[in-house]
Structure formats: structure tokens, C-alpha cells
């Protein structure tokens, strides 16, 4: 009797993580990327231009706003994947966060606190003091190691404009071998076409970082992550990076699959301008995270968190994500992009 009753709890517990499709059995894990928009503490760093974000700035940055920007970013990036896995991503990527202690007060959050979540973080020269990081929970886990990389650009008049840095983190995913990358590169700011070059190079950077590890290892396992502001088609990602929707062409040419190419032939988007959506948040895999012989983890299917009380319920931005300040002023919500996330498997045996 007592076996039979530790046999009934023992599928029960895994039972939150696997989930059966035919006649096999798989584990799940959830990866996600999430622009936090403008993730900033209170203080005042004479180093970056983040006096708005202060008490006394323009944006009355107080403590109790900064409270209630980091409960709500805990929300969403807690619920990520929820449905489906019974638990928050195993590994996020996120962008747009001022240092690491805006990182740590996040997953201080009570929603967060229990899944003991690590940080790898590396302060980026960005004139505006933002930088991208990686969060993974401990226990699915384990960086080996990381490093950042700068991406170099300059003005007309050779003056260097100082933006993110791309990170890359090797580490082991349940004791497999998996390398994340996380992004964000140069805005659209004085318009798509004008800024265009700096996201071409952003491009042509990340592309050498995924070259590099696949001429190491052509069936290596590497997750492309960020806010690319450029849309699947556009030439940074599609023509640069080298990405595509077919997985035949990402498997026979050492290519980055990109799942993202659906939701944007269907409209539907990370982020509102003018009205237009745009998907400018993206995960890509390598070819390594198609097929897997030795029954390793493999990318099943990507989404975009975009739940209702995410989307802005009225006003001028009706349907647009419920962002957490605009027109000088806190207005109680997320962030202006929804996060982006993919399902990995893994077969049971």
C-alpha cells in the first residue's frame, strides 16, 4: 500500500512538468525575452543620463512608483509560460534595465523569490545607462561562462555612440550544453530607414557570435533572443543574421530559425506605432534545437505574452500594450512591448 501510494504521488508531482503528445512523454521548459521598459532605480548616476528617472526629475521617479514597477514586472515575468509548465521561465532575457540591484528588487518579489532565480549582468557603456541580462532559475540552470560584447558605432564626425552590449552566456540547461544570446539593438529614433545602418551592424555582430560558436559545434543549441527593433523581414535580421522560417533551410545551412515570421504575417505584434504593429521582440533557435537524435531538448513552439490586463483598455492607446509611464506621468501598467517566449522538450524516457 505504501509504494502504491508513493508511485500515485511521485506521478503527480511530475506530472506538473511533463506533458504527453502521441505515445511519448515530455519534459517542458519555458525561455523568454522581456523589454521591462525602462527598469530604473531612484538614484541618480552622475555617469548616464537617468536624471528624469530621480525624485526631483522630470518624471518624479519616487520610490513608491519604482515599488509598483517592480511588482508588476515580477507579474508578468512569474505568469510567462504558467499555463503550460506550472511554473515561470526557467531562463528569461531582458533588456532595458538600469543595473543589477533593479534586477535583484524584481526577484525579491514574492512571486519570484521561491523559484531562487540567478543573474548574469555586465554593466553596458550605453549613454543612457540601460542594459540587457539574463535570469535563470538555479535548479534548470547553469551558466559556465559569459561575456559581453560591444557593439562599436560611431557618428558622421567619428564621435562613438555608446549603445548595449550583446551577451552571450554558454551554460548547461539540465546538463545539456545551450548558449543564450541577448539583445538590443539600436532604436528606430529619427526613423526606420535613417537608423537602419546601426541595427545592420548590431546584426552583423550578433551573426559573427553565432558563426563562431557553430564553427565549433555545427549541432550546437543557441537561443537568439531580444528586442531587435527590425521586423523579421527587414534586412538587419532576415539578409544579416540570416534567418529564416523554414527548418529544412535552418538545418541544412547552419541558419537561425525563427518562429517569429507567423505571428507577423498575421499582424499580430510585441509593440504598437502609429498604430501599426510591429515584432520587434524575437527568439530564434539554431538548427541543434530542431533535431535531436539523442533525445535532448528540442524548440517546440514560441508565443507572445500578450494576456488582457496587459493591453490598454481605453483611451488614445486602446489595444496598444499597457505601458507603465508616457506623457510624464506613471500610469499603473506593464511595459510598451509584450514579452516573447518558446517551449522546449524533451522526451521522456
Given at each position: 500500500m505504501k509504494r502504491t501510494?508513493?508511485?500515485w504521488l511521485f506521478l503527480l508531482f511530475v506530472s506538473t512538468l511533463v506533458f504527453g503528445q502521441g505515445n511519448k512523454n515530455y519534459e517542458i521548459l519555458t525561455v523568454a525575452f522581456y523589454n521591462v521598459e525602462n527598469l530604473f532605480d531612484t538614484l541618480?548616476?552622475?555617469?548616464t543620463r537617468d536624471d528624469a528617472r530621480t525624485p526631483e526629475g522630470r518624471d518624479r521617479w519616487t520610490e513608491d512608483i519604482y515599488a509598483l514597477k517592480v511588482k508588476n514586472t515580477a507579474k508578468v515575468l512569474a505568469e510567462i509560460g504558467r499555463e503550460t509548465t506550472n511554473q515561470p521561465p526557467a531562463v528569461i532575457g531582458?533588456?532595458?534595465v538600469e543595473n543589477r540591484q533593479v534586477i535583484v528588487d524584481v526577484l525579491n518579489d514574492p512571486l519570484l523569490k521561491p523559484y531562487n532565480y540567478g543573474i548574469?549582468?555586465?554593466d553596458s557603456p550605453d549613454e543612457r545607462g540601460i542594459d540587457v541580462a539574463l535570469i535563470y532559475?538555479?535548479?534548470?540552470?547553469l551558466p559556465i561562462s559569459f561575456k559581453n560584447h560591444a557593439l562599436r558605432l560611431f557618428d558622421k564626425d567619428g564621435t562613438r555612440d555608446y549603445t548595449r552590449d550583446q551577451l552571450l552566456v554558454y551554460g548547461m540547461l539540465e546538463k545539456e550544453p545551450v548558449y543564450v544570446l541577448v539583445h538590443h539593438w539600436p532604436s528606430r529614433s529619427g526613423g526606420q530607414k535613417r537608423s537602419e545602418p546601426n541595427r545592420i551592424d548590431a546584426a552583423a555582430l550578433n551573426k559573427k557570435l553565432v558563426d563562431s560558436v557553430l564553427q565549433q559545434n555545427p549541432k550546437a543549441k543557441i537561443i537568439n533572443m531580444g528586442d531587435f527593433n527590425d521586423e523579421p523581414t527587414n534586412t538587419s535580421v532576415a539578409d544579416v543574421l540570416q534567418t529564416t522560417d523554414k527548418k529544412r533551410n535552418a538545418l541544412k545551412n547552419n541558419l537561425l530559425y525563427t518562429p517569429m515570421m507567423t505571428f507577423y504575417k498575421q499582424g499580430i505584434g510585441t509593440y504598437c506605432y502609429r498604430g501599426n504593429w510591429n515584432v520587434l521582440d524575437q527568439i530564434h533557435v539554431s538548427g541543434g534545437l530542431l533535431k535531436d537524435k539523442k533525445n535532448g531538448w528540442k524548440f517546440w513552439k514560441a508565443g507572445i505574452y500578450n494576456k488582457p490586463y496587459l493591453i490598454n483598455k481605453e483611451g488614445r492607446?486602446?489595444?496598444?500594450p499597457f505601458r507603465s509611464f508616457a506623457g510624464g506621468r506613471f500610469l499603473?501598467?506593464?511595459s510598451d512591448h509584450f514579452a516573447v517566449y518558446a517551449y522546449l522538450i524533451r522526451e521522456v524516457r
Open positions: 501510494l508513493y508511485c541618480n548616476d552622475p555617469n531582458l533588456c532595458e548574469v549582468h555586465i532559475q538555479k535548479k534548470h540552470f492607446y486602446k489595444g496598444y499603473g501598467g506593464y
